[in-house]
């Protein structure tokens, strides 16, 4: 089993970076994939960014405004934010895989914290 745990949202205005954590405990080892997810409240959630070693992978919206790193000593991913937009604002989960691929799809990860509230306004 493994326990994930994020941190880090806020409220931030336009432009600005926030950085998300999230820790992973009990038997982080297993899970070689590590992601972040957001949602809407009314809409489907959607995939953000995601990472196995150094390599990573991320949205198409948020490519060159979001980096998505990972500190294996610490079971920890971060999620760093850069130039926030209002359509930013939604709840982050974080996600963790078994299967060593990198997904894009919600149904295919394993484990999920119970998410960060980032919301961006004026």
């Known amino acids: 089993q493994v326990h994930l745990v994020e941190s880090g949202g806020g409220l931030v205005q336009p432009g600005d970076s926030l950085t998300l954590s999230c820790a992973a405990s009990?038997?982080?080892?297993?899970?070689?994939?590590m992601g972040w997810f957001r949602q809407v409240l009314g809409k489907e959630r959607e995939f953000v960014a995601a990472?196995?070693?150094?390599?990573?992978t991320v949205a198409d919206s948020v490519k060159g405004r979001f980096t998505i790193s990972r500190e294996y000593a610490n079971n920890t991913i971060y999620l760093r934010m850069n130039n926030l937009e209002y359509e930013d604002t939604a709840v982050y989960f974080c996600a963790a895989r078994r299967a060593s691929d990198i997904q894009r799809t919600t149904s295919l990860y394993d484990y999920w914290g119970q998410g960060t509230q980032v919301t961006v306004s004026s």
């Open positions: 009990g038997r982080a080892s297993s899970v070689p994939v």
């Open positions: 990472i196995r070693w150094t390599v990573s």
